[in-house]
């Protein structure tokens, strides 16, 4: 069925920048809403940031204004671009369909933000 694969996290300092990459693959047909989440071990997956086929987007509310959510709907892709980054945003970030994650999830890609 429908793959995910996550890429583009790292160490970055507070205040600086990553983008993630997602790419989903085994369907011919795109997921109609698009989402990143993340998760600490031992916590509940949270929706981070969505985005409609047609870019239509929403986030949580400690993203707001330092997240952006983009897709490519040619090339099955989804991006997240963190901006401003905090400690506390320091997560294993995955994609999936939103509000819920439909599919079987990736293996994610990991953000720390320390100094």
């Known amino acids: 069925q429908v793959q995910l694969v996550e890429s583009g996290g790292g160490l970055v300092h507070p205040g600086g920048s990553l983008t993630l990459s997602c790419t989903a693959s085994?369907?011919?047909?795109?997921?109609?809403?698009m989402g990143w989440y993340r998760q600490v071990p031992g916590k509940p997956r949270e929706l981070v940031a969505s985005?409609?086929?047609?870019?239509?987007?929403d986030y949580l509310d400690s993203v707001k204004g330092r997240f952006t959510i983009s897709r490519d709907n040619a090339k099955n892709m989804v991006y997240l671009r963190m901006d401003s980054l905090k400690p506390e945003d320091t997560d294993t970030y995955y994609c999936?369909?939103?509000?819920?994650?439909?599919?079987?999830w990736g293996q994610g890609t990991l953000v720390t933000v320390s100094t």
């Open positions: 999936n369909s939103a509000p819920r994650g439909l599919h079987e």
């Open positions: 085994g369907s011919s047909f795109s997921i109609n809403v």
């Open positions: 985005i409609t086929r047609g870019a239509r987007t």
